[in-house]
T-cell receptor
Framework: ETGVTQSPTHLIKTRGQQVTLRCSSQ?????VSWYQQALGQGPQFIFQ???????GRGNFPPRFSGLQFPNYSSELNVNALELDDSALYLC???FGVGAGELFFGEGSRLTVL | DAKTTQPNSMESNEEEPVHLPCNHS???????IHWYRQLPSQGPEYVIH???SNVNNRMASLAIAEDRKSSTLILHRATLRDAAVYYC?????????????FGKGTKLSVKP
C-alpha cells in the first residue's frame, strides 16, 4: 500500500506566474484535501475534493483552484502568484468525509520570488 | 469548529513520560478530540483521537477530562524521534467536511 505522494517536492516561481501541484492519494481513499503551511504556522485548509467534486473551501481566493481525477488523484493550481503564496503545500487523503483520520504527504515547497 | 489552546513549547528528557495539555472549553457534544504531530520536514501524521473515554494506542494515550473541556496527550517514554510539533484539533463528527483547523501547536523538544 503506497502512501500519499506529492510532486514536485520543491519549486521556485516568480510573481505573476502560475503553478500546478500534484497529489496521489493513498490506495482506497476517495477524498483529498489541500492545506497551505506558512513558515512557523499550522497548516491552513484550502479546499477538499470528494468523488471529483469540491466539498468545502477555506478562506482562499478563487485563484486557488483544484481538480480531482477519476483515480482520486488531485491537482492544486494557483494563478497570478504572489510573494505571500510562498509556503509548504500539503495534500491529505482519507476515505469519505467527516471525522476520519487524514493521511498527509510530505508536501511541495513553493518559493515565489 | 471550536478552538483549542496549547502551550507554545515544552521540553522533555529522553525515556521520560511527556504530558501535552490542551484546553478546549467551547467543545460541543459532537466534537472529537484529535491529535496530530508534525516532525521536521514532514507532513502531519495522525496520533490518536477520542470522544469521551480515555484512549490508548501504540503511539500514545489520550486522557480526556470528565467535562471534556481539556485533554492531555501522554507519550509514555519520549524518544528523540518524538521531537515534533503536536496539534490538538476538534472535529465535528456530524460535519460534512473533513477539514482540520490547526492552531500553532506545541513544539516538543526531547533532550538526550
Amino acid at each position: 500500500e503506497t502512501g500519499v505522494t506529492q510532486s514536485p517536492t520543491h519549486l521556485i516561481k516568480t510573481r505573476g506566474q502560475q503553478v500546478t501541484l500534484r497529489c496521489s492519494s493513498q490506495s482506497g481513499h476517495n477524498t483529498v484535501s489541500w492545506y497551505q503551511q506558512a513558515l512557523g504556522q499550522g497548516p491552513q485548509f484550502i479546499f477538499q475534493y470528494y468523488r471529483e467534486e469540491e466539498n468545502g473551501r477555506g478562506n482562499f481566493p478563487p485563484r486557488f483552484s483544484g481538480l480531482q481525477f477519476p483515480n482520486y488523484s488531485s491537482e492544486l493550481n494557483v494563478n497570478a502568484l504572489e510573494l505571500d503564496d510562498s509556503a509548504l503545500y500539503l495534500c491529505a487523503s482519507s476515505f469519505g468525509v467527516g471525522a476520519g483520520e487524514l493521511f498527509f504527504g510530505e508536501g511541495s515547497r513553493l518559493t515565489v520570488l | 469548529d471550536a478552538k483549542t489552546t496549547q502551550p507554545n513549547s515544552m521540553e522533555s528528557n529522553e525515556e521520560e513520560p511527556v504530558h501535552l495539555p490542551c484546553n478546549h472549553s467551547t467543545i460541543s457534544g459532537t466534537d472529537y478530540i484529535h491529535w496530530y504531530r508534525q516532525l521536521p520536514s514532514q507532513g502531519p501524521e495522525y496520533v490518536i483521537h477520542g470522544l469521551t473515554s480515555n484512549v490508548n494506542n501504540r503511539m500514545a494515550s489520550l486522557a480526556i477530562a470528565e467535562d471534556r473541556k481539556s485533554s492531555t496527550l501522554i507519550l509514555h517514554r519520549a524518544t528523540l524521534r518524538d521531537a515534533a510539533v503536536y496539534y490538538c484539533i476538534l472535529r465535528d463528527s456530524g460535519g460534512s467536511q473533513g477539514n482540520l483547523i490547526f492552531g500553532k501547536g506545541t513544539k516538543l523538544s526531547v533532550k538526550p
